[in-house]
């Protein structure tokens, strides 16, 4: 069972790439950087396909897969699948974040963050961390620390916290 569910992750993930984006066309579909100024594209670029941050990545957005220690975009709505150890949207992120730290949506975060620290100023999904913020949220916070800033069932609730 696990086993098909691991297959179906990965496929999931794959699939990702092959969202449509507005900027598809302007987009670069590969981006390798050690860290940022060094890299395969400038930071201004975006990125639409895979994108492997070996220290630090900067790009103005993601569309597809996303790996790094740190993965950083800058505007408009990065997408897909993003792990690091510390995943930092300056704007929206819709998709899933998985961080051993930090994931941070400046925007919206639609989908799922995973880590020890999860931030976005709206959610629409869940958050499942030590520690949960969201300035406001349509969906479920799962954490030690659960806080919603802004109309939620609870301000701070630990274990589970929602709005809807």
């Known amino acids: 069972m696990f086993k098909n569910y ?4 990965i496929l999931f993930c794959f699939s990702l790439i092959f ?11 590969i981006q390798l950087a050690l860290m940022t100024p060094i ?11 895979f994108r492997l941050n070996i220290l630090y990545g900067k790009n103005t957005s993601v569309t597809g ?9 800058t505007e408009g709505i990065s997408r897909g699948a993003q792990f690091g150890f510390l995943n930092m949207n300056i704007a929206d992120y819709y998709g899933w974040q998985l961080a051993f730290l930090v994931n941070m ?8 963050q995973m880590g020890i620290i999860n931030y976005a100023t709206h959610v629409s999904g869940v958050q499942f961390g ?3 913020y969201a300035g406001t949220i349509s969906g479920i916070q799962i954490g030690l620390v659960n806080i919603i800033e802004k109309d939620g069932t609870f301000s701070a609730f630990p274990i589970v916290n929602w709005s809807f």
Do not use: C, M, W
Not at 19 to 29: D, G, L, N, Q, V
Not at 39 to 49: D, R, T, V, Y
């Open 6 to 9: 691991y297959i179906f992750l």
């Open 19 to 29: 969202i449509p984006s507005s900027t598809e066309a302007e987009s670069k579909p």
């Open 39 to 49: 890299q395969i594209f400038p930071k201004e670029e975006a990125i639409g396909g």
């Open 65 to 73: 897969f996303d790996l790094g220690l740190v993965n950083h975009t």
């Open 105 to 112: 949506a400046g925007g919206t975060s639609r989908g799922l």
């Open 130 to 132: 030590l520690i949960n």
